[in-house]
């Protein structure tokens, strides 16, 4: 029997239903509160300018009764849908009887554990340890950090241009964006990055970008200089990065490489993970088995904050609390997690993430046509990039603030990523629907159509914001 409802009977609708100008009054005054309290690290709500009151599936309705469709899904936190009502009675019931036991074990606590090993990639299933600390994926992220260090003895650190891993000390020190990094240095020593390896514009093809990054890689390791590494930091695709899928071989590249230095390759998934590239991980077709797994987001279930690192059990060398904190693993999370497993399982929702992602490209790629300025569409399952750029070659940001904006204007709400904030990224809940799929697409290839148009124009009226 199926667990709980089709993904079809969740949302509060099909299509988008939104009157008037956004942000509508409500929405105005909330917006407004939150400026006056909050700090001026908010972030979102500047490009979004909306307050939310209640989100279903893939459906999200604002405080002034405005519904969008939701391709944007928390920031890929959303895989099961908003308030999926399975996993929702789980959390709820777990809610009422036991929110926070620190580490000690409750059914549910095995239950997730045992499902979370389960779906782990390549052969860690049955031969895992999961650590919880803090509730953030850079809290997982933190903990890889000390597990590799701690393992090997060694103090470096590799990671890649345009690798995004988390906002703490640690985990901003593998990132490779300066932009975040720069006030707050230094950070960790011993951090080097080499370039990911990507198959757009480059000269010589996808192959000889992957062969620059591990003959890169090699010197670093070389290199007497570099304090030893303790391991190499990877996004299976790199999502806010600009969704930057590297070509075939990048993981087995450096699968060989981690083992031939004995260093720890550890695969960041806290974006590509819990289905969203229509396998349960990103990594799991390139058929290895990393050294550890960080997992965040969407393995809370419904959005309930939970983070994780899966490791091979021969590094569970540490001791107790060598990776601690108040909240390790909050209980009413992880059985949401294990029923969000038991939902994509359960509904075949890997499979429907390919198709829907082929669907959302594939309707891309047709608006490229008509669209100079949309230059590239990739992405696997629903995780989707498109990237704009000027004639010259140069990023067009205004040009993605231009459609986010006028999409939210139209009921259809989407993301953007980047360095140069020139990518559109598309990250729906995998319980959308076909009908969902193709009015959401009609909206975005419409307005892209209309500000790419625009833009060609009058070069300014695509960054002007309503
Ligand atoms: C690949 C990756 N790693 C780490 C993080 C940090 O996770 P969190 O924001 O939950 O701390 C993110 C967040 O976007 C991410 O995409």
Redesign the pocket.
Same mark, same amino acid.
């Given at each position: 029997m199926a667990a709980g409802p089709p993904p079809e009977e969740i949302h509060f609708s099909q299509r988008p239903q939104v009157e008037g100008s956004i942000p509508g009054q409500r929405s105005r005054e909330l917006l407004e509160k939150q400026s006056e309290i909050e700090a001026n690290t908010v972030a979102y709500p500047r490009s979004l300018p909306i307050a939310m009151d209640a989100a279903r599936g893939a459906t999200i309705r604002d405080a002034d009764g405005n519904v969008y469709l939701d391709f944007f899904g928390g #920031? +890929?936190v959303a895989n099961v849908g908003h308030s999926n009502p399975y996993v929702l009675s789980a959390a709820q019931d777990q809610l009422d009887s036991l929110a926070h036991t620190i580490d000690f074990p409750t059914e549910a606590r095995i239950e997730f554990l045992e499902a979370l090993d389960g779906i782990a990639p390549g052969s860690l299933p049955g031969n895992s340890r999961i650590a919880f600390g803090g509730p953030? +994926?850079?809290? $997982? #992220?933190e903990a890889s950090i000390k597990l590799a260090r701690y393992n090997t003895g060694n103090e470096g650190l590799i990671g890649f241009d345009r +690798?995004?891993? @988390? @906002?703490t000390a640690g $985990?901003l020190s593998l990132s490779g964006w300066s932009s975040y990094k720069s006030d707050y240095e230094p950070l960790l020593s011993g951090v080097v990055h080499v370039p990911y390896p990507t198959a757009r514009g480059q000269e010589r093809g996808p192959a000889a970008s992957l062969e620059r990054t591990l003959t890169q890689l090699r010197a670093v390791l070389r290199d007497d200089d570099t304090p030893s590494p303790a391991g190499i930091w990877a !996004?299976p695709i =790199?999502?806010?990065g600009g969704v930057i899928v590297p070509p075939e071989g990048f993981l087995t590249g450096l699968r060989a490489i981690a083992d031939d230095h004995d260093l720890l390759l550890i695969v960041? !998934? #806290? =974006?590509?993970g819990m289905g969203r590239t229509g396998e349960w991980f990103g990594c799991t077709r390139s058929g290895i088995t990393p050294d550890a797994v960080?997992v @965040?987001?969407a393995v809370g279930g419904i959005g309930l904050p939970l983070?994780a690192t899966i490791y091979r059990e021969e590094f569970d060398t540490w001791g107790p609390s060598a990776h601690a904190g108040t909240f390790r693993g909050h209980v009413p999370a992880m059985i949401a997690g294990a029923r969000a497993i038991e939902y994509i399982d359960s509904h075949g929702l890997l499979d429907r993430a390919q198709d829907l992602g082929s669907y959302l490209r594939e309707r891309l790629a047709e608006c490229a046509n008509a669209c100079p300025s949309l230059v590239d569409v990739r992405g696997r399952g629903l995780l989707v990039g498109a990237e704009f750029e000027a004639a010259d070659g140069s990023p067009l940001p205004s040009v993605v603030e231009a459609i986010q904006d006028r999409c939210l204007r139209r009921g259809l709400v989407v993301w953007t990523a980047g360095i140069e904030g020139h990518v559109l990224r598309l990250l729906p809940p995998l319980v959308l629907t076909d009908e969902q799929a193709r009015v959401g697409m009609d909206i975005l290839t419409e307005v892209i159509e209309d500000v790419t148009r625009a833009s060609t124009e009058t070069p300014d009226v695509a960054g002007r914001r309503s």
């Open positions: #920031i +890929g953030t +994926g850079t809290n $997982a #992220i +690798g995004y891993h @988390g @906002g $985990a !996004e =790199q999502g806010s960041d !998934e #806290i =974006q590509t960080t @965040g987001k983070s």
